[in-house]
């Protein structure tokens, strides 16, 4: 049988978005042969993962990270990048239904939290579409989903509603000091099930906003351990030196993509 090669390609989807204007959603196939099927990594911000001269913060260069896996060998992964809403996106990448939104006063946009609305977009009108059109292997195993910031935050949040759907999820720098400890602990209680998804969670050190957000990722995750997060399905990684910006988290994708591919095997 002739092996016929199908070159990489960035596709561009355009969805209808709950309250908003429709919403472009990216997907990004590497090079494979016809027939290959390749687990799948959802992430948010979709405009800062792909090229730096469209990027709103720096650029996460996901292309090179995934090539530079399969060239070595570690296997392929296909992304989806879902734009943020620009304006929207502090309140749509903050849920409502872990509790109380507490806005520091830099932090003056959180104040009408619309996660679950990105949650459904995801769960219910990406995911399936992604799945019918695209060569993705199925199944949790091969799924995860990945944010920063208000997008590490959203990624927790749907990742634990739907522990049924994502086997992996990339937490970076995640904006849980917008919650008191208590809305923490009754939420992480009552999604526990008995088979939760991986937890890569990383923070930094580097400057004000990410010190806050340590501290309050320390919190959170000693809530995990407490509650009897199965502690190796937990992965805290912690680069003290490095700041809230797309320069740490493009570092530390590289190493997602690695762990998450090596546990897809």
């Given amino acids: 049988m002739i092996s016929v090669t199908v070159p990489e390609k960035l596709h561009t989807v355009s969805f209808p978005y709950p309250k908003l204007p429709p919403r472009r959603v990216r997907i990004y196939v590497p090079e494979h042969e016809e027939g290959e099927t390749m687990p799948v990594i959802y992430m948010t911000d979709g405009q800062n993962l792909f090229y730096e001269d469209e990027s709103v913060w720096g650029c996460w260069k ?9 060239r070595n060998g570690l296997g392929k ?3 989806v990048g879902i734009d943020n ?14 509790g109380e939104v507490i806005c520091p006063n830099e932090m003056e946009n959180f104040t009408e939290p619309l996660g679950e609305e990105f949650d459904f977009f995801v769960t219910q009108t990406v995911m399936p ?13 091969y799924t995860a989903f990945c944010g920063s910031s208000s997008g590490g935050l959203q990624s927790f949040f749907t990742g634990l509603e739907h522990p049924d759907l994502f086997g992996a999820l990339g937490v970076f720098s995640p904006a849980f000091l917008l919650y008191s400890a208590q809305s923490w602990a009754n939420w992480i209680k009552s999604k526990m099930t008995a088979d939760m998804p991986y937890l890569y ?17 320390e919190l959170v995750y000693d809530l995990l ?9 937990l992965n805290e990684v912690v680069m003290f030196e490095y700041g809230h910006n797309e320069e740490a988290w493009e570092e530390i994708f590289r190493d997602f993509v690695h762990t998450f591919l090596s546990r897809a095997e």
């Fill in 225 to 233: 351990t407490a509650l009897d997060y199965p502690y190796e399905k």
């Fill in 129 to 141: 579409h992604v799945e019918a059109h695209f060569p993705v292997k199925k199944g949790k195993k």
């Fill in 85 to 98: 809403g620009g304006v929207h996106r502090d309140n749509e990448l903050t849920p409502a239904s872990i």
């Fill in 77 to 79: 992964v296909i992304i």
């Fill in 201 to 217: 969670i990383y923070t930094g050190s580097g400057d004000d906003l990410e010190q806050r957000i340590y501290f309050s990722t």
């Fill in 62 to 70: 996901v292309i090179e990270t995934v090539v530079e896996e399969a």
